[in-house]
């Protein structure tokens, strides 16, 4: 008697021949934090992400926000914003010019968490790169409005 599984699940086709999306249902309850297989740990998504890559992330989005404090700050001591839109808010409405800062940067540095798998440049340099590069970035700005605020 011949008797074949009913339920063969290996006729369906192979969920892994598409790549993990970039945002999914899996974005706030998956597991994956790294590849599974050796030679997939280029241009992959992941589920979860380690926290010292999130408490960077939330450093310069906390840096982004003393920027615009101290942006504020010393404008209204006599420094000029040399951003023109920037410079357009700020003397225009001080509040919305704090939105608008943090509502560009955090897509921003959401998009490089999401791709820090990502290798650009012909492959040469990983995204994770460019965050800890706009974190020096940050840092260094605010160390100087800083030394700059302590001098007025």
Same mark, same amino acid.
């Not at 999401?114 to 460019?130: A, D, E, L, S």
């Given at each position: 008697?011949e008797?074949?599984? /009913?339920? %063969?699940r290996?006729?369906?086709? %192979?969920r892994?021949?598409?790549p993990?999306?970039?945002?999914?249902r899996?974005?706030?309850?998956?597991?994956?934090?790294?590849?599974?297989?050796?030679?997939?740990?280029? &241009?992959?998504? @992941? %589920?979860? +992400?380690?926290?010292?890559?999130?408490?960077? /992330?939330?450093?310069?989005l906390? $840096?982004?926000? !003393?920027d615009?404090y *101290?942006? !504020?700050?010393?404008?209204?001591?006599?420094?000029r914003?040399? #951003?023109p839109?920037m410079?357009? $808010?700020v003397?225009? %409405?001080?509040?919305?010019?704090? @939105?608008?800062? +943090?509502?560009?940067? /955090?897509?921003?540095?959401?998009f490089?968490?999401?791709?820090? #798998?990502?290798? @650009? *440049?012909?492959?040469?340099? &990983? /995204?994770?790169v *460019?965050?800890? $590069? @706009?974190?020096?970035?940050?840092?260094? !700005?605010?160390?100087?409005e800083? $030394?700059?605020?302590?001098? !007025?």
């Amino acid at each position: 008697m011949e008797s074949g599984p /009913v339920n %063969d699940r290996r006729c369906r086709s %192979d969920r892994r021949a598409k790549p993990t999306k970039p945002l999914s249902r899996y974005t706030f309850w998956g597991r994956r934090e790294s590849a599974r297989r050796a030679g997939e740990e280029r &241009n992959l998504y @992941v %589920d979860r +992400y380690r926290p010292a890559l999130l408490f960077t /992330v939330l450093f310069i989005l906390i $840096l982004n926000v !003393l920027d615009a404090y *101290f942006t !504020l700050h010393l404008t209204e001591h006599g420094a000029r914003e040399i #951003n023109p839109f920037m410079k357009y $808010l700020v003397e225009k %409405d001080p509040l919305c010019f704090l @939105v608008i800062k +943090y509502i560009i940067m /955090v897509p921003c540095v959401i998009f490089l968490l999401v791709h820090k #798998n990502f290798y @650009v *440049f012909r492959g040469k340099i &990983n /995204v994770k790169v *460019f965050i800890i $590069l @706009v974190l020096i970035f940050y840092a260094a !700005l605010v160390g100087y409005e800083l $030394l700059l605020y302590f001098r !007025l």
